[in-house]
């Protein structure tokens, strides 16, 4: 079975500055998805990014950025210019491509992220 | 569009009480999942079905735990009787097919048994 673990409880930054999330995983599939969601306060699982596993280049979506090193099964999200909107969880999750996973997310415990002014 | 609906939003019942939760995926989505997310950790999966059918249900206590998705449209999840450690949140999510879709997420249930 897979498993994500984010080992960062939680981080802070101060707005307009970069951040970095840290997130590794366990598998033993070649091909697989990888994606860091947000969870306001509200509740609403937002996806931030995607990166498919046999896709060399990383992964970008405006201020946010993926590093993935698959050999060493790491998943970090850089957040850069910082803002207050950005104070969420954000979880790092793990997709199979087949087996019989189906599609179900498997998660890592989440990092509390706080933007200060 | 909009997006994944679930009802309530808030519940508290006391323990050996029965609750039911409701979801209404994103229109022509086939794939409706239920996730249980504890304080402070990430969701874990409960079901998942694909149109009417259940796809994966490996990790739903089935002896208090049960869910239908009559007509392949929208979902009930119930619980009887509640425990202490069935508080939580209850997310569910919608794709339009399994592997290569984005899941969107509704607001969630966040239930409390005391």
């Known amino acids: 079975a897979q498993t994500v673990t984010q080992s960062q409880p939680e981080m802070s930054v101060q707005e307009a500055e970069t951040v970095t999330l840290s997130c590794t995983y366990d598998?033993?599939?070649?091909?697989?998805?990888l994606f860091w969601y947000k969870q306001p306060p509200s509740r609403q699982m937002i996806l931030v990014i995607r990166?498919?596993?046999?896709?060399?280049q990383n992964a970008t979506e405006n201020r946010f950025s993926v590093n993935f090193q698959k050999a060493a099964k790491s998943f970090s999200l850089k957040i850069s210019d910082s803002q207050l909107g950005d104070a969420a969880m954000y979880f790092c999750a793990y997709r199979s491509k087949g087996g019989t996973s189906y599609g179900k997310l498997t998660f890592g415990q989440g990092t509390i992220l706080t933007v200060h002014p | 569009e909009a997006g994944v609906a679930q009802s309530p939003r808030y519940k508290i019942i006391e323990k050996r009480q029965s609750v039911a939760f409701w979801c209404n995926p994103i229109?022509?989505?086939?794939?409706l999942y239920w996730y249980q997310q504890i304080l402070g950790q990430g969701p874990k999966l409960l079901i998942q079905f694909q149109n009417n059918g259940v796809v994966d249900d490996s990790q739903l206590p089935k002896d208090r735990f049960s869910a239908e998705r009559l007509k392949g449209v929208d979902s009930t999840l119930k619980i009887q009787p509640a425990k202490l450690e069935d508080s939580a949140v209850y997310l569910c999510?919608?794709?339009?097919?399994?592997?290569?879709?984005?899941?969107?997420f509704g607001p969630g249930t966040r239930l409390t048994v005391t």
């Open positions: 990166q498919e596993a046999y896709k060399q």
């Open positions: 229109s022509g989505h086939a794939t």
């Open positions: 598998t033993s599939e070649s091909d697989y998805y």
């Open positions: 999510a919608s794709s339009f097919g399994l592997v290569e879709y984005e899941q969107y």
